[in-house]
């Protein structure tokens, strides 16, 4: 008779496609999820995995069966779902991912709000890149995703929260140091510093740049950040330019620094900030809880008016 339990052992594997890791992850031995993947291949009478290859690969067969694991195991956990809303207790592991260019500022503006409002729910962070997020989301890894939108993807929900700005940080001597604002167009891919490959603002940043034949690095650096803070840095050694999210900005308060920062003349470019999960999603009922405390926290802030609106605004997608 098949268990759940044995339906958890190979969606795991085929999660990590490790034995050993899954085994891990599942806090059993690698010889009790071995025994237990090979006695559900014995009573359904096929193979799942394909052993021989490395990493370990499902069979065409053993695909169909972990999407079906999946969808058994999602209804079963569902259970709980519908006993928690019933009671209308908050409570549970939630397993939220965040994009870095999110999570450094807007955590901190609600974080400790939600925590003293939902005691019971353990809340687990993983500050991870867009592509991450949605392999992560997918197998069901975390319950939601905290980034930005759209994403076009049939299969997730989106729910906008907010829009916000992108912001120049230019230093002295650049051609648009002088500019109090700054129109989009103007923004050359010649003298920007980026994020590296794998950040979504990084492509952000790069749709709104034209090329300035006539514009050329000041030095002969390419450099591409992981973060930033690395960035502005940067900037502030006039290396070159770079673009902001609108709370990034929030914590600069040193006059020297304030005098990089330019904004946009309208319309001003803006990504949109959404929470993200599975059409077929659990957990409603936090994740409803987790967007009231966001949205109270933007809305109590100063720089609600900013970022809550789309007027005269360039989504960037």
């Known amino acids: 008779m098949v268990s759940l339990v044995q339906l958890s052992y190979i969606i795991a594997v085929d999660n990590y496609r490790h ?77 939220v991912g965040v994009i870095p260019t999110i999570a450094p500022y807007l955590l901190p503006l609600f974080l400790e709000s939600f925590l003293e409002n939902y005691p019971k729910v353990d809340l687990v962070i993983d500050e991870i890149q867009t592509h ?33 700005p992108f912001v120049a940080y230019v230093p002295p001597g650049h051609r648009l140091y002088k500019k109090k604002k700054i129109a989009a167009g103007e923004l050359s891919v010649n003298d920007i510093l980026l994020l590296k490959e794998g ?26 950040g992981g973060n930033l803070e690395t960035l502005k840095k940067l900037v502030e050694k006039n290396f070159g330019m770079t673009l902001l999210p609108y709370l990034a900005t929030k914590d600069i308060e040193n006059k020297e620094q304030m005098k990089y920062l330019r904004e946009f003349e309208a319309p001003v470019p803006k990504r949109e900030i959404s929470l993200v999960y599975l059409r077929a999603y659990l957990k409603k009922h936090i994740i ?9 926290a933007v809305a109590d802030n100063p720089i609600a008016q900013t970022i809550m609106s789309k007027e005269n605004s360039l989504i960037v997608e």
């Open 288 to 296: 409803n809880a987790f967007e009231t405390e966001i949205l109270k």
């Open 132 to 164: 991450q997020i949605l392999e992560k989301l997918r197998k069901e890894e975390i319950d939601v995703g905290l980034m930005a939108t759209p994403l076009y993807q049939n299969d997730l929900i989106e729910k906008p929260l907010y829009y916000e």
């Open 19 to 95: 034995f050993a890791t899954a085994a891990q992850k599942c806090f059993v031995t690698q010889p009790t999820l071995s025994m237990q993947v090979q006695k559900l291949e014995d009573e359904l009478g096929i193979l799942i995995f394909d052993r021989s290859k490395f990493p370990v690969t499902p069979t065409d067969i053993g695909k169909a069966v972990i999407e079906q694991a999946r969808k058994v195991l999602q209804e079963t956990a569902r259970i709980n779902d519908i006993i928690s809303i019933h009671s209308k207790e908050i409570s549970g592991v939630f397993r």
């Open 199 to 224: 950040h979504c603002f990084r492509e952000h940043a790069l749709q709104l740049c034209k090329d300035h034949a006539s514009h050329k690095h000041q030095f002969n650096l390419r450099f591409e």
